[in-house]
């Protein structure tokens, strides 16, 4: 084995030195480049991740959205055509099973509307099994089924002096005050019938529908999770994830060098 | 031999589709007929009870939630009185006729039901387990009611309309005396 002279052993070490450096510029190169691309996706990653971490405390599932462009990207669409009638200043709405008083809803599991009248203080709505006594203000003050009513309901309608009459399959009958019983009728009536939904009232029942069903914790943990950018949206979330493991391992690499 | 397989299977896929339809809504009792046994054949004239704020509170704790409307309609006569009441099992609410006597369930029984699930409730050998029972000061049932399995949350809604109904016979019961 023949020995390696002094200047032969310093240009070796600087050769080392030489290959530690590049490797050292590349390993903070490539720490830099990943950074800077992923900069955005982390801090977009931490501030869900916190807010969702406190989900509960800030009543994420309760509060919903009502934003149209979001609503629409969730295709929350209501089922049936939305069904109007007006009683007095006020809007009575029906859809998806759902009774909504000018553009909000008031009651759920409500089936199809027979007819809609406004006595002073109250608003009078019938389906075929059911009468819903509201407040002005949507506030339900009774529902009325079965033994409270004279049988299932076709059409709703007010005479001449604003008493209130429904048609049911045995006859006429006419409400007694307060609703605590209904009189056999001969009088004529004139019935309620559905009217076209304005555009105003239509917006506002399709907000407040879709709000319903769409809490902030949804959004915001398929925003975290990539999802609500598509089907790509969750590998470009993964690859954050991994992007920064390698950050983490790139920098102990330095920060061990260094030392 | 395929043929008749064909057709049991066909057969077994209708029955299996018409069953929720024909579970749809089973009214086992009408509601006015049902209040007017509880009275002997004729019932008196309804009454109502607003459920002020004083009330809504234990309301709130029986039901667990809130009742959602401002007044409840019952019939009473003497010492005893009638409520019909809805309350949701699963998914659909269950029209339940509930008869008090002397503060205590003389007859509760589920008048109609739209669960798909959970219709074991009707019968006697359940509801029978209501009959006696009085609230005690913190609004539960007097006494255990054993449940049925499959249908928890129907005898869940049951027990709750039970307790709901004797608060009320103690409020209005409260008010006569």
């Known amino acids: ?259 | 031999m395929q043929f008749c397989l064909r057709h049991c299977i066909l057969a077994c896929v209708m029955l299996t589709l018409a069953l929720p339809a024909a579970s749809a809504k089973d009214v086992y009792q009408d509601p006015s007929a049902f209040v007017a046994d509880a009275f002997g054949g004729a019932a008196p004239e309804p009454k109502l009870l607003w459920v002020t704020r004083k009330l809504k509170p234990r309301v709130r704790e029986i039901l667990d939630r809130n009742l959602g409307q401002l007044r409840i309609r019952y019939w009473a006569r003497e010492s005893r009185t009638v409520w019909i009441l809805d309350e949701i099992g699963k998914t659909k609410p269950i029209t339940t006729g509930i008869v008090i006597d002397n503060g205590q369930i003389a007859q509760l029984k589920p008048l109609v039901y739209r669960e798909s699930h959970g219709w074991e409730v009707r019968y006697p050998f359940f509801t029978d387990q209501f009959i006696g029972l009085t609230l005690n000061n913190d609004n539960k049932l007097s006494e255990h009611v054993d449940g049925i399995s499959g249908a928890t949350l129907s005898v869940s809604a049951l027990k709750r309309v039970a307790r709901l109904a004797l608060y009320f016979d103690a409020q209005v019961s409260a008010k006569h005396d």
Do not use: C
């Open chain 1, 1 to 259: 084995m023949t020995e390696l002279s002094p200047n032969h052993i310093e240009r070796r070490r600087n050769g080392d030195r030489r290959k530690i450096g590049k490797r050292k510029k590349l390993i903070l190169k490539w720490h830099r480049t990943l950074g800077l691309v992923s900069a955005l996706f982390l801090v977009f990653l931490a501030i869900t991740g916190v807010i969702l971490n406190h989900g509960p405390a800030l009543g994420l599932d309760g509060r919903t959205i009502d934003s149209p462009w979001l609503l629409d990207w969730y295709g929350m669409e209501l089922r049936d055509e939305i069904i109007s009638y007006r009683a007095g200043d006020h809007w009575l709405s029906w859809s998806d099973d759902h009774l909504f008083l000018d553009g909000r809803a008031v009651v759920e599991r409500a089936a199809e509307l027979n007819g809609v009248a406004r006595t002073e203080d109250v608003i009078v709505v019938a389906t075929l099994d059911t009468v819903y006594l509201l407040t002005r203000e949507g506030d339900l003050i009774e529902r009325l089924t079965g033994a409270a009513l004279p049988g299932p309901i076709v059409r709703l309608g007010e005479t001449a002096d604003n008493q209130l009459i429904v048609e049911t399959e045995a006859g006429r009958f006419a409400a007694k005050a307060g609703f605590m019983g209904w009189a056999p009728t001969e009088l004529n009536a004139l019935w309620s019938v559905p009217t076209p939904t304005s555009d105003p009232i239509r917006q506002k029942v399709l907000v407040d529908y879709r709000g319903e069903g769409l809490p902030w914790s949804r959004v915001l943990l398929d925003l975290h999770s990539g999802r609500l950018f598509g089907s790509w949206g969750p590998y470009v979330m993964d690859a954050t994830a991994i992007i920064l493991v390698i950050l983490a391992l790139t920098g102990l690499i330095n920060w061990k060098r260094r030392r």
